[in-house]
């Protein structure tokens, strides 16, 4: 079992910059790929990007690539999300996810934090 706590979302103005973190815990996560997913009022889950947790390379939605950053600390055991440059189009609840390298779905998911961005 994994364990997913993110923090960090709140009321920012566009042109913010904002850096989520996901917490985890449980089992290791070696063989895992950890994911940031958002989604906004009334509309569907979103792929922001990926990571692996060991090697590999990070993945991006073209709506945030250049702008966003997925990064890790595995002593801390923490992912972590920075956007830069956010506009109120970013407003969403983000969403923490982890999946085992060799499955296509992501089946651990955090409580998600709300991010809002005024414009």
């Known amino acids: 079992q994994v364990q997913l706590v993110e923090s960090g979302g709140q009321l920012v103005q566009a042109g913010d910059s904002l850096r989520l973190s996901c917490a985890v815990s449980?089992?290791?996560?070696?063989?895992?790929?950890m994911g940031w997913f958002r989604q906004a009022p009334g509309k569907e889950h979103e792929l922001v990007g990926t990571?692996?947790?060991?090697?590999?390379?990070?993945v991006y939605a073209d709506s945030v690539k250049g702008r966003f950053t997925i990064s890790r600390d595995n002593a801390k055991n923490t992912v972590y999300l920075q956007m830069n440059s956010l506009k109120p189009e970013d407003t969403a609840v983000y969403y923490c996810?982890?999946?085992?390298?060799?499955?296509?779905?992501?089946?651990?998911w955090g409580q998600g934090t709300q991010v809002t961005v005024s414009s």
């Open positions: 990571i692996p947790w060991t090697g590999g390379s990070t």
């Open positions: 449980g089992r290791t996560f070696s063989t895992y790929v």
């Open positions: 996810a982890a999946r085992l390298v060799l499955l296509k779905d992501f089946h651990y």
